[in-house]
């Protein structure tokens, strides 16, 4: 299947610094999506890019899609303790015969302190 | 809403029983997953249904089957647990649109199985 590398593993901050997460595929992506799952929660939908070099935003949070759509990146702005949580890229299968098959990263785990 | 119920919160089995875990979606959607989440490893691929009785095996099939009578029923079912399957069982499902690769995916709960 599609593999989709996501780094780091795990993210401490202190509130009020910055975070970002990094999803590398090692095959062009026709689009990536963002999940976050709060702890004891599940995976919630944040967005999808689909287009090259793609910035979209949502308040704090900026996502970008890569030049040659191999690679997106979350990326958030003064952290808050709402931010905590897992945060998961989601692409498509590479071939395969069926149409909407989702591969997920391993995910990143952020932890703020107050 | 899209609703995604799974039919259990926790489940503890023993080696060797066959488990049923069941997944039922509200929206009419045409795709659903059965996913396991274990710490560091992410959320993989067990099985994927693109539609009523039509079954793709995603990244770690093997010890699992799964059954889609009808549209808004998934089951997934583990023909002889083993300690190994322990893990949280996330269900999915979204929406089959023409030109869209993929469209958000609505997830459940989350079942909680511990095998003993």
């Known amino acids: 299947g599609q593999q989709v590398m996501q780094i780091p593993q795990y993210q401490h901050v202190q509130e009020g610094e910055d975070f970002t997460t990094y999803c590398n595929s090692s095959t062009t992506l026709s689009n990536i999506q963002w999940y976050k799952q709060r702890p004891g929660g599940h995976p919630v939908f944040l967005i999808q890019?689909?287009?090259?070099?793609e910035v979209k935003k949502q308040k704090r949070l900026t996502f970008q899609f890569g030049e040659a759509k191999k690679n997106s990146s979350l990326h958030i702005t003064a952290t808050q303790t709402t931010d905590v949580g897992t945060y998961f890229c989601?692409?498509?299968?590479?071939?395969?015969?069926?149409?909407?098959?989702?591969?997920f990263g391993q995910g990143t785990i952020l932890t703020v302190h107050p | 809403d899209v609703k995604v119920t799974q039919s259990s919160r926790y489940l503890v089995k023993r080696t060797g029983e066959k488990v049923f875990l069941e997944c039922v979606q509200d929206m009419d959607h045409e795709n659903m997953f059965w996913y396991r989440q274990d710490p560091g490893l992410g959320l993989r691929l067990i099985y994927f249904s693109y539609d009523v009785k039509m079954k793709e095996k995603g990244d770690i099939p093997e010890g699992y089957s799964v059954s889609r009578e009808k549209k808004e029923r998934f089951s997934l079912i583990l023909e002889s647990a083993s300690t190994n399957q322990t893990s949280m069982y996330l269900c999915?499902?979204?929406?089959?649109?023409?030109?869209?690769?993929?469209?958000?995916?609505?997830f459940g709960q989350g079942t909680r199985l511990t095998v003993v």
């Open positions: 989601a692409g498509p299968y590479a071939g395969g015969t069926s149409y909407g098959k989702l591969t």
């Open positions: 890019l689909v287009k090259s070099g």
């Open positions: 999915a499902s979204s929406l089959s649109r023409w030109g869209s690769p993929n469209t958000e995916a609505f």
